[in-house]
């Protein structure tokens, strides 16, 4: 019995000085790199956003899952807050017979350094109400999307060219 104890003793010292030197690890010896700032997130996610396009695909929710993704493509001329957590998105949109050149105010709201779109039952003239929440990192975006009784998921990448490829 008393070696039962003894391994026992020894397997929780181990366990108790492992456990230690794991917390003694976890300070933070050295000061991190500074974050930015939410002004200076802010005057990114502007300056990322501007002249580019969002160039990815879009799913429908019960659709055949044997079936593509098909392709979309909005094209962001500028990205300007206007107060608060409204920004004004002056887009191209293609959407079926439709493509039109709209100023959309969008709510932006922050996890920690990641910009996401908060949109809930926005008309834009022409094209019927919409809702979806797209969030923003790095060069790719992906989200949800809602337009009356349909909705799905949409994905790509944020696209720094000038022009579509088309009409270069």
Do not use: C
């Not at 580019?52 to 799913?59: I, R």
């Not at 709209?102 to 350094?113: E, F, H, M």
């Not at 949800?144 to 990448?157: L, P």
Request: cysteine-free; glycine content about 8%.
């Amino acid at each position: 019995m008393r070696k039962y104890q003894l391994l026992t003793i020894f397997a929780f010292s181990v366990l108790l000085q492992s456990s230690l030197a794991t917390a003694q690890e976890a300070k933070p010896t050295e000061k991190k790199a500074s974050q930015p700032t939410q002004a200076e997130l802010e005057k990114n996610f502007s300056a990322h956003l501007s002249g580019s396009a969002l160039v990815g695909q879009f799913s429908i929710n019960g659709q055949a899952t044997d079936k593509p993704a098909r392709a979309e493509r909005y094209e962001l001329e500028s990205v300007t807050k206007l107060r608060d957590n409204y920004w004004v998105f002056l887009a191209r949109i293609k959407y079926g017979k439709n493509d039109v050149k709209i100023p959309i105010t969008l709510q932006v709201l922050w996890a920690g350094d990641t910009p996401m779109i908060s949109m809930t039952d926005i008309t834009i003239p022409g094209m019927g109400t919409f809702t979806a929440r797209v969030m923003f990192h790095g060069d790719r975006y992906a989200g949800t999307w809602q337009h009356g009784k349909v909705g799905g998921h949409m994905w790509g990448m944020i696209d720094k060219s000038e022009k579509p490829k088309d009409e270069k």
